[in-house]
């Protein structure tokens, strides 16, 4: 996560002062923007508390990441 940040902090500061996402990817961006703080939680609740039903969960949780990805891929 921490190399992906870097990637998305230096393609903005490449392309300011316009902005980065084209308009059309926007709303998927922002969905997964609002989607990966609280899987990144989920993940360190299910292995600080060796939780196998919860990470079990988030695996099926998993597949809204990927179709938000796919509907990236559509949009651009």
């Not at 990144?40 to 969960?57: G, I, K």
């Amino acid at each position: 996560m921490g190399g992906l940040a870097t990637h998305v902090a230096k393609i903005a500061r490449l392309r300011h002062p316009t902005p980065a996402v084209p308009p059309e990817a926007r709303p998927v961006i922002e969905d997964m923007g609002r989607t990966a703080p609280v899987r990144a939680t989920e993940t360190q609740l299910a292995l600080r508390h060796v939780d196998a039903e919860r990470a079990e969960e988030l695996v099926a949780a998993d597949t809204v990441m990927d179709e938000m990805h796919r509907r990236l891929f559509t949009v651009t």
